[in-house]
């Protein structure tokens, strides 16, 4: 019995996985049983747009490689014929640089087209390109190949390409281009490459929507065919680190070292949870967010050192800082999609505002956790998302020092504390013990309780305030019927790779 083995068939399972690849074998039996299987649905279509993305490398805005796709695309009927035209187009038609010892490294898709020659890495650009263009999501990948063709007991990276087609799902592809013993096929869904894989060699098994950096700094650096045989990229997928960019954004600041520190970690897609977790540890700030983008909109997850949670405001600012200024968005205003809803953050000048759902707090009977926490005796305590704790007008909440052990006997996430101030309309300090935070710097997502509270309470809906925590944040909020917005600024202090093994 024959066995095909598609690496690539994951899309079903997207929400499921936390990374890397779905491995499964399918026999040919059950081949047309199960191609809806790995139908695309519709909510995860915008999960397709980083494998149509345009870059630098990709450039399918380019006329030259526009006109071809124009033109390859013409009287198809589907994008299976689409597909087949780029593949074998950019198979036959692009000299292969290590079969005609061509003296020219390529890696732009419009220098490929240029000059008719590219290795299998420069091929695999130019076709994604291609497809891309003609909106068919196209992604990267690789095996790792014995290279004893050119030189003895090497190995190198040999680069492919995955298509995403309506009726099948991933397919890869492999156009480095037919010789003699070299017998690359398109035809779904049975999968043809250019080799079989021997002895210590292997697939890596990923979806890329960009070609991998040690790729690009190969064809960057080795110029000629005598440099690029001796140079080819490899990289051991063991010992290959995950790299995670880092950037920690001091929030509700205007200058370093003030308002409340946030990590945040862009990704292309969600990691595992508990992995998400531990980098949160090893953080070990107030919060961690880590987002993805999807499309034109972004989703979000907050972790503290101990656990995940379902907002927060001052990681929210950060990550919008990092989006704003350190990612080349263009736009003025994000849509973030979390656990707590829709959240919209927006920008004036350096200004951020976001705009969260209101959580009013409802009064309730003082819990006899914080009168043990506390030497004063609080007005009166309100219930939402944290308690909120309201004591007596001008209290000097910085004298106050609460018993974390009484608070950690509470049911809820934290405990903000409140008064009106001489400066500022309110003033606050925020408490959560049981999720690693003894007391956070500033807590925008607290301001979603604390403002509906403040606006009834002084018949107002604009407020100055300030939380009195050792580093201190300023920042404004008002409230409007059911939403809340929180204004602050931010200041980006580290920028940083983590490297996980």
Not at 283 to 299: H, P, R, V, Y
Not at 318 to 344: E, R
Request: proline fraction near 3%; include cysteine.
């Amino acid at each position: 019995m024959l066995i095909f083995k598609f690496p690539y068939i994951n899309i079903v399972y997207f929400e499921l996985l936390s990374s890397a690849t779905l491995k499964i074998n399918i026999m040919i039996e059950s081949v047309q049983n199960k191609k809806q299987s790995v139908l695309i649905r519709e909510k995860d279509k915008m999960k397709m747009q980083k494998y149509l993305k345009e870059c630098e490398y990709v450039d399918y805005s380019h006329k030259r490689v526009l006109a071809l796709a124009t033109n390859l695309a013409r009287g198809c009927e589907d994008d299976v014929e689409i597909a087949k035209r780029c593949f074998t187009y950019v198979r036959d038609e692009i000299h292969h640089s290590g079969d005609y010892k061509d003296d020219i490294t390529t890696y732009k898709a419009s220098d490929v087209l240029k000059h008719g020659t590219g290795w299998c890495y420069a091929k695999s650009i130019l076709l994604a390109a291609l497809l891309r263009a003609n909106g068919i999501p196209t992604a990267f990948c690789y095996q790792r190949l014995s290279c004893s063709e050119y030189v003895e007991d090497v190995y190198c990276l040999h680069g492919l390409n995955a298509i995403y087609l309506k009726e099948y799902g991933w397919y890869r592809v492999d156009a480095r281009g037919n010789k003699e013993g070299v017998d690359a096929q398109f035809n779904p869904p049975y999968e043809k490459l250019a080799f079989e894989l021997q002895e210590n060699e292997y697939d890596l098994d990923e979806l890329l929507s960009d070609p991998l950096p040690e790729v690009i700094e190969a064809l960057k650096k080795y110029s000629c065919y005598e440099e690029m045989i001796h140079n080819f990229p490899d990289i051991e997928e063991k010992k290959r680190a995950t790299k995670i960019k880092f950037y920690q954004v001091d929030a509700f600041a205007q200058k370093a070292f003030e308002g409340n520190p946030a990590a945040v970690c862009p990704l292309d897609e969600w990691l595992d949870e508990e992995l998400m977790q531990r980098i949160a540890q090893e953080n070990n700030l107030a919060e961690t967010a880590f987002f993805i983008q999807n499309g034109d909109d972004f989703e979000i997850r907050w972790f503290t050192p101990t656990k995940e949670v379902n907002l927060c405001g001052h990681a929210t600012l950060a990550a919008a800082h990092v989006i704003f200024n350190n990612m080349n968005y263009k736009g003025d205003s994000i849509s973030f999609h979390s656990k707590s809803g829709a959240l919209l953050v927006s920008r004036e000048d350096a200004l951020i505002t976001m705009n969260f759902p209101s959580e009013p707090a409802e009064v309730c009977e003082i819990p006899q956790a914080i009168l043990d926490a506390f030497e004063l005796r609080p007005k009166e305590v309100l219930k939402s998302v944290d308690y909120i704790v309201v004591f007596e007008d001008g209290v000097d909440l910085q004298e106050l020092h609460p018993n974390m052990e009484a608070l950690k006997k509470l049911d809820l996430r934290g405990v903000c504390i409140t008064t009106t101030h001489h400066e500022y309309d309110f003033v606050s300090r925020f408490f959560a013990p049981n999720y690693g935070i003894d007391e956070d710097s500033v807590t925008g997502s607290a301001y979603t309780q604390l403002t509906p509270y403040w606006a009834q309470r002084l018949e107002k809906k604009s407020f100055t305030s300030k939380q009195l925590s050792k580093r201190g944040g300023e920042l404004s909020c008002r409230v409007d019927g059911e939403r809340v917005f929180i204004s602050g600024y931010g200041v980006c202090c580290i920028i940083g790779e983590m490297q996980i093994s």
